[in-house]
């Protein structure tokens, strides 16, 4: 009781410690200068500065990912610190000469023609808004320990949805995280959710290995727990997987704002052929290079990624069950497609309070043994242009502004555009 009353007083006189966290966001996207936000809460001052280095080395880089969180909770030793934080996020949209039937502008779901006479729509959205707990410390055996957990409200409903459940240790890490075929640092900032359509951008659960080899470069390698979604066909059935999904990557990095990266994946996509009572399997696979790197006040991105049977791993591409598809004269039979997705960003810094951004997108699907021609209905490309300001009011409230463009065209050249405009305020605790 005595220990608890203690540690209620300290909250009560709101800190007996506070100190920056500067984090790899910081590198990317400018902010306000002045006192961080961070807060630390304890009985006894010592490690704190060890830790606030582990919350700085760990931090993630993704323009979405919650920041530092503004309280930390430390054990008695001072070795372990439990982070609480996130952010309140609402953003209103306004769709017009087209539409995009999402509360994220994906341009593969602009409709049909035909499908809808509404060519103009008002949505608000504050679903994206992030809860996140993580614990840090630094340990005689274990290095860096970090246990990290954070969702959203993205589930059926509205209802609370996990984005990250991870154990992270020694390079190791295990659990539930965005995938290793992809580079968090080098995604553009936007208001939309969903990021760029020729964006790789997915999650799994995973064990993986990074570890840096020398000065600026740094490798990994993972396993990962495979995901397949291919168009319905008759006599084939589509479930459980035989093999998971194998990515790697090697970066190398001249800055905290400045790198390059290749990578690929390797995957086996499993299906029954119901006519010869026979499971079989197809190999996918993909590679991928990405970068980002500052030139005075710009911050260049850009990635490409090509591949066959990835469309699991491309924003826009993966919406269409198209990992794997019929062989359309064979019953029983299915196959793989070519696919590519690729954007190249600018961003400018006009102050530590201010910065703009401007990204285009491209994602393909391409045809083999006739597939355009039986599914002529079927997305072949889609292209996204979205421009954006922001304006860092404090170290806790955001708020921007963004145009989005978007076109889509099938495999028989019907092309469908829609266009939209996004304001967002996003308050961090």
Request: proline share 5%; net charge positive; hydrophobic share 35%.
């Amino acid at each position: 009781m005595k220990t608890i009353f203690k540690s209620m007083s300290c909250v009560a006189l709101c800190a007996i410690i506070a100190a920056p966290v500067f984090a790899q966001q910081k590198d990317l996207y400018p902010e306000p200068e002045g006192p961080g936000p961070v807060v630390i809460i304890s009985k006894d001052k010592n490690g704190k500065e060890e830790l606030i280095n582990v919350f700085e080395e760990t931090q993630r880089p993704h323009f979405h990912d919650p920041r530092a969180p503004r309280f930390l909770l430390t054990d008695q030793q001072g070795k372990f610190a439990l982070g609480i934080g996130g952010y309140l996020k609402t953003t209103m949209e306004y769709d017009f000469h087209g539409i995009v039937d999402d509360v994220d502008f994906i341009p593969a779901f602009i409709p049909q023609p035909g499908a809808t006479a509404v060519r103009n729509q008002f949505q608000m959205d504050a679903s994206t808004s992030t809860i996140f707990l993580k614990l840090v410390g630094r340990t005689r055996h274990l290095g860096n320990f970090i246990v990290y957990t954070a969702g959203n409200f993205r589930g059926s409903g509205k209802t609370f949805e996990l984005r990250n459940a991870y154990l992270s240790f020694l390079g190791f890490t295990m659990g539930y995280d965005t995938g290793l075929f992809m580079d968090l640092a080098a995604a553009p900032p936007t208001i939309d959710f969903q990021g760029p359509d020729g964006m790789t951008f997915y999650r799994a659960t995973q064990l993986r290995y990074e570890v840096s080899l020398i000065k600026g470069l740094k490798v990994g390698i993972g396993v990962e727990m495979p995901s397949v979604d291919g168009t319905p066909a008759k006599n084939v059935r589509i479930g459980k997987q035989r093999m998971p999904d194998v990515p790697a990557y090697v970066q190398y990095s001249w800055a905290k704002a400045g790198h390059i990266r290749v990578g690929g994946i390797l995957r086996s996509t499993t299906y029954e052929d119901q006519v010869n009572n026979k499971a079989k399997s197809l190999t996918g696979w993909g590679i991928q290079a990405s970068g980002t790197a500052r030139l005075g006040n710009f911050q260049l991105y850009g990635q490409y990624t090509y591949g066959k049977g990835i469309a699991q791993y491309l924003n826009d591409i993966s919406n269409l069950n198209v990992d794997i598809v019929p062989v359309a004269d064979e019953s029983g039979r299915m196959q793989v497609l070519p696919m590519k997705g690729w954007y190249a960003g600018l961003q400018y810094n006009f102050s530590k309070r201010v910065f703009a951004s401007a990204t285009y997108s491209r994602s393909r699907l391409f045809t083999e043994d006739c597939y355009a021609h039986f599914y002529e209905t079927q997305y072949k490309k889609g292209q996204y242009l979205v421009a954006n300001v922001f304006w860092n009011i404090s170290h806790n409230l955001q708020v921007g502004a963004e145009y989005l463009h978007g076109w889509r065209e099938n495999f028989n050249d019907v092309n469908r555009e829609a266009n939209r405009i996004n304001l967002s305020a996003q308050y961090n605790f």
